[in-house]
């Protein structure tokens, strides 16, 4: 499994009095970019939430580059550099783009201390971020404030970046700009874990997939294979790719 970066092996989570994740195991490889697909509900996001320590497993092992992070608490899992972008972006509305961007730049006390060539590096993956700068970002549209939630993540390099539903409520070009954007970063050696409804997006993009139905991992392989067989997609998701 050296060749996994982060894995989770048997793990249960409660919420209150709910049985929300019932021995999931997933596997993800390293330089990769892994889909987890599935219908609402089944436990996606609880899984992400679970792997940054925001929830705590009740049961089983999460592993991450050879280090058990089970048990350990969010600040220090993000310390491993891993990065989370949730699904409702968790974007500081007040403050301006450049704010949120330095609040995620933790070597950075000062805009002028950010590394000057990765931020012009996300201005070419992300233009709108450029532009909006010194702006509002509770003024930003929802594909833009995507954009910023993205760009404050790999402001700094990162081991593995794990981002919900990074297509939801964008217009086509923001997702052909965000597709693009998640080729060069996987290019560039980060891996990624990705949750997703939009069957689209997970086709072009996606490595590997696992699929959840009811709290576990029911389907584990290459994109490809099920993108191509349309009988595993009905059985597995109710629709054709």
Not at 161 to 187: C, H, R, W, Y
């Amino acid at each position: 499994m050296s060749d996994m970066l982060l894995t989770l092996e048997g793990v249960h989570t409660h919420i209150g009095a709910y049985h929300i994740l019932h021995g999931v195991d997933l596997a993800v490889p390293r330089g990769q970019l892994t889909m987890l697909l599935g219908r609402n509900g089944v436990g996606k996001t609880t899984t992400l939430r679970t792997i940054m320590g925001l929830w705590q497993a009740s049961a089983g092992r999460i592993t991450f580059n050879g280090q058990d992070i089970t048990r350990l608490h969010t600040p220090a899992i993000a310390a491993l550099d891993i990065a989370y972008v949730p699904e409702n972006m968790g974007i500081f509305a007040d403050l301006t783009v450049k704010e949120n961007m330095l609040l995620a730049a933790r070597k950075a006390k000062h805009a002028r201390d950010m590394d000057e060539e990765r931020l012009q590096w996300i201005f070419k993956l992300f233009p709108a971020v450029e532009k909006f700068w010194n702006h509002p970002a509770g003024k930003l549209s929802g594909g833009q404030k995507q954009m910023l939630a993205v760009s404050r993540a790999i402001v700094e390099p990162r081991r593995l970046l794990i981002v919900d539903e990074p297509s939801k409520g964008l217009a086509p070009v923001m997702i052909d700009n965000m597709i693009t954007a998640f080729q060069q970063l996987k290019a560039s050696g980060v891996t990624i874990l990705l949750v997703e409804q939009n069957i689209n997006f997970a086709k072009r993009l996606g490595d590997r997939v696992a699929v959840m139905d009811d709290g576990r991992v029911v389907h584990a392989g290459a994109m490809q294979a099920l993108a191509e067989d349309e009988v595993l997609q009905q059985s597995l998701l109710g629709l054709a790719l």
